[in-house]
């Protein structure tokens, strides 16, 4: 599955499902040289090293050729 996550500063990244469970993801991040493991606690998403993160869309199977790369997309203030 093809995700798109949402940083508390805004910041998008793309990623890609590697396997995941009630409470942990593995997911390939654009950008990123290893997987990185999102725990779910208290209801929260959070990166490996603790900060949270929003699941914010979750497509299954390839994402579409015509969907912009986000990785650098800020939300506006």
């Not at 942990?24 to 208290?42: C, I, K, P, S, Y």
């Amino acid at each position: 599955m093809y995700l798109i996550l949402c940083d508390t500063n805004g910041r998008r990244w793309e990623g890609l499902l590697f396997a995941a469970s009630e409470d942990r993801m593995r997911v390939v991040v654009r950008g990123r040289t290893d997987t990185a493991e999102l725990t779910r606690r208290q209801g929260q998403w959070t990166w490996d090293n603790g900060a949270p993160v929003e699941v914010e869309s979750v497509l299954a199977g390839r994402p579409p050729a015509q969907l912009p790369a986000v990785q650098s997309y800020r939300k506006a203030s």
